[in-house]
């Protein structure tokens, strides 16, 4: 049973605890996040980072809900087609939802990842919050 | 006491709490009641029928058989946007898992302070300055967060919807974001089909009573009566509702904010959401980008079913010196329509086992929701689980 237990501690570290990065109303119900630097993570990241991984996820979600030229025309095609349009082709903001995820896996893999922590994509949260999940130093104690 | 784990594929929409009923393994998400939906469906296609049966050959032939033609698209469209309307996801906002609830709670009291005994804690409101307006953000107990501005729980499906209008019976859901513009086009295409009718029947019966009299006429296409008095009290509402929602529209309000009156002007409150131009307005809401679900219902996640064994079980091993781990994980990918929380009958006895499932289980190695032991999110489903277990094993 033991051994049990200690495989799954190098499989995978235990969560210490987790930070939720709650959403910015302040400019309406667009989707923004809080570039607020949470204590927690004081120890684990630098605080500019952080701010900058916000913001460039704050401008992805800006450029996906934009209201400008190309998203009326978008809507304006995909109404005279009943929306039918759809079930060939990817709408804007679905295709930045990619873009959002593979930015996510990107920062994880560079800069997250490496110092114990790991953000969780939005979307699996119902765009409310960031949550980041950090785990315990790996340092202390191996478990073995 | 040793439990054999079976996990199982399950979409993610058979897990969701809330009172949805849910249509080809996750594509259609619907409220419970369906009936009235029913019974709007068979008005159109019903009402329609009659008028391409009667009407429209008559028409063809002695006006323009353009006529039939366009009531054949516009009648294809009223059908689309209904269909849309019903069928897809309103914008509903899933429930905070565990740790969620745990922190929104544990930043509550930290801003309440220490609360004296026997007093009310303060209501549970968030302040929001949006637009130089202060706007509060309701915590909902159900779902436990606080719900996003415009955002409402709808207690008829059980769920907090984003930018919550209204739920409509007529078309069996809730309409919020992401269904409302397909809501407005259903509302206004209905009302020109509607006069389009009408205004053909009317024309019809004008055309052939002067070639064989009023009454001839009517024996002749008995429909077009029945036609006429269901279109005419169609106007009346859908005519009535589609006004209704283009003045909502104009000033980007929902049907909720208006009830309440929250922008009604009282208090130099006013809308912070309205563009202030009518067309932008419009635009926004009519022609903005299409947001997608946040609900993944088809996503694929793992559902852990303890199923006790008894000791005498041959196959599996229920002595712990055994070097094979305990749980056996048996993958089943189980694509059902209906959504049974009840385990197939595959466990390997159906002796009366002790009702000590969650004794020994090691956690599996990852998937979405948490299992048993730790508080689960999506509490009732996980308790109908251990229940139906339970059920199964006393038969």
Redesign the interface.
């Given at each position: 049973?033991a051994e049990?237990?200690s495989l799954?501690d190098l499989?995978?570290p235990a969560v210490s605890s987790?930070?939720?990065v709650q959403?910015d109303?302040?400019?309406?119900?667009t989707c923004r996040f809080q570039t607020k630097f949470p204590s927690e993570l004081d120890s684990r990241l630098d605080k500019q980072q952080f701010e900058e991984t916000i913001q460039t996820l704050n401008n992805l979600y800006a450029e996906?809900?934009?209201?400008g030229g190309k998203?009326?025309l978008?809507?304006?095609l995909?109404?005279l087609t009943?929306?039918?349009i759809?079930l060939c082709m990817e709408?804007?903001?679905?295709k930045m939802?990619k873009k959002i995820a593979r930015f996510i896996k990107d920062q994880n893999e560079k800069i997250y990842a490496p110092r114990g922590l790991l953000l969780t994509d939005p979307?699996?949260?119902?765009?409310?919050?960031v949550?980041i999940t950090i785990f315990e130093d790996r340092s202390v104690g191996s478990g073995r | 006491m040793s439990a054999v784990m079976i996990t199982r594929k399950v979409r993610k929409w058979e897990k969701l709490p809330g009172k949805n009923t849910f249509c080809c393994d996750g594509r259609v998400m619907m409220a419970r009641q369906k009936g009235v939906f029913y019974l709007t469906l068979f008005l159109i296609v019903g009402t329609c029928s009659l008028f391409f049966a009667f009407e429209c050959p008559y028409l063809a032939v002695h006006l323009s058989p353009t006529i039939p033609v366009f009531a054949i698209v516009l009648f294809l469209f009223v059908l689309a946007m209904l269909l849309r309307t019903s069928f897809s996801d309103p914008g509903v906002l899933p429930r905070a898992l565990q740790e969620e609830a745990t922190f929104i709670e544990m930043e509550i009291e930290a801003a309440n302070g220490n609360v004296p005994a026997g007093q009310r804690p303060p209501p549970r409101i968030r302040n929001v300055q949006i637009n130089n307006q202060i706007v509060k953000l309701k915590y909902c107990y159900t779902c436990k967060i606080f719900r996003p501005p415009r955002a409402s729980h709808c207690s008829i499906c059980d769920n907090c919807v984003d930018r919550f209008d209204h739920h409509c019976p007529w078309v069996g859901n809730c309409v919020g974001k992401r269904n409302y513009r397909y809501f407005y086009l259903f509302t206004l295409s209905l009302s020109l089909l509607t006069i389009y009718i009408f205004t053909f029947d009317i024309v019809h019966v004008v055309m052939r009573s002067v070639d064989n009299g009023f009454l001839n006429t009517l024996k002749e296409t008995p429909g077009t009566v029945l036609e006429v008095l269901v279109c005419f009290f169609t106007l009346w509402s859908v005519v009535g509702l589609t006004g209704f929602h283009t003045y909502l529209l104009s000033l980007n309000q929902t049907t909720n904010e208006d009830i309440k009156g929250s922008w009604s002007g009282k208090n130099r409150v006013q809308n912070p959401y309205s563009h202030k131009n009518i067309i932008k307005n419009c635009c926004e809401v009519l022609c903005g980008p299409t947001y997608p679900s946040v609900l993944d219902r088809r996503g694929l996640t793992q559902e852990d079913l303890p199923v006790p064994v008894a000791s005498a079980a041959p196959s599996s091993s229920s002595s712990s010196s055994s070097p094979v781990p305990q749980t056996t994980h048996a993958v089943l990918c189980l694509q059902k329509t209906k959504a049974p929380l009840i385990p197939n009958k595959r466990t390997p006895d159906d002796a009366k086992p002790s009702i000590a499932a969650s004794a020994q289980k090691s956690p599996s190695p990852k998937e979405e929701n948490p299992p048993a032991p730790k508080a689960p999110p999506l509490a009732s489903p996980e308790m109908d689980v251990e229940t139906s277990i339970n059920k199964d094993k006393t038969h």
């Open positions: 049973m049990t237990h799954q499989q995978q987790k930070v939720f959403r109303y302040g400019s309406g119900t996906a809900e934009k209201l998203s009326y978008e809507g304006c995909a109404c009943a929306y039918t759809f709408t804007h903001y679905e939802l979307i699996e949260r119902g765009l409310r919050v949550e | -």
